[in-house]
T-cell receptor, first 113, second 117 residues
Framework: KQEVTQIPAALSVPEGENLVLNCSFTDSAIYNLQWFRQDPGKGLTSLLLIQSSQREQTSGRLNASLDKSSGRSTLYIAASQPGDSATYLCAVRGGTSYGKLTFGQGTILTVHP | NAGVTQTPKFRVLKTGQSMTLLCAQDMNHEYMYWYRQDPGMGLRLIHYSVGEGTTAKGEVPDGYNVSRLKKQNFLLGLESAAPSQTSVYFC????????????????FGEGSRLTVL
């Protein structure tokens, strides 16, 4: 059974810092890994998706990497801003059948001015 | 672009009442999902569908039923609501991953907040 763990559970940083969020998974037979952002009371917004054959994806100040063999992904946020404050979730899609998705519990990020 | 739309956004029910949550997507996605999100429990899959006319159970299906009569719609029903079903419900959809060119990127609705008294 796939298990996804996100560390840390919560993170508080001053504005301008570069930071790294971690996601680990137990079964390396994945189709892709997706990072989401969730604001309080809102739905999940897709940030980055990395296919199993890829090593990293970038979008603006965000960079996500994938090391499938070690079961790890990191989300790097450069020059953090108060507007980045949200919960960040990673989800792993299995590589067989319909591709079952397994979510981590999320990292609550607070960026203070 | 509408993307994934859920209705209603808020609902309060009394124990024993029934209701249906509607999810509609306009991206021609094959796969659709219903999740519930509870504090400390994360997102848990209730039911899913891999195509029109097909449905399957997820991790926590008890007390819920679903139907996918049209490709763009996925309905979640509560036949006899219980307080334990108080939660935020999310619908999501994606293209099928049976085709190599599909990324399987998942898109979510804004959520439906259900309270059962």
């Amino acid at each position: 059974k796939q298990e996804v763990t996100q560390i840390p559970a919560a993170l508080s940083v001053p504005e301008g810092e570069n930071l790294v969020l971690n996601c680990s998974f137990t079964d390396s037979a994945i189709y892709n890994l997706q990072w989401f952002r969730q604001d309080p009371g809102k739905g999940l917004t897709s940030l980055l998706l990395i296919q199993s054959s890829q090593r990293e994806q970038t979008s603006g100040r965000l960079n996500a990497s994938l090391d499938k063999s070690s079961g790890r992904s990191t989300l790097y946020i450069a020059a953090s801003q108060p507007g980045d404050s949200a919960t960040y979730l990673c989800a792993v899609r299995g590589g067989t059948s319909y591709g079952k998705l397994t979510f981590g519990q999320g990292t609550i990020l607070t960026v203070h001015p | 672009n509408a993307g994934v739309t859920q209705t209603p956004k808020f609902r309060v029910l009394k124990t024993g009442q029934s209701m249906t949550l509607l999810c509609a997507q306009d991206m021609n996605h094959e796969y659709m999902y219903w999740y519930r999100q509870d504090p400390g429990m994360g997102l848990r899959l209730i039911h899913y569908s891999v195509g029109e006319g097909t449905t399957a159970k997820g991790e926590v299906p008890d007390g819920y039923n679903v139907s996918r009569l049209k490709k763009q719609n996925f309905l979640l029903g509560l036949e006899s609501a219980a307080p334990s079903q108080t939660s935020v419900y999310f619908c999501a959809s994606s293209y099928s991953i049976s085709l190599a060119e599909n990324t399987g990127e998942l898109f979510f609705g804004e959520g439906s907040r259900l309270t059962v008294l």
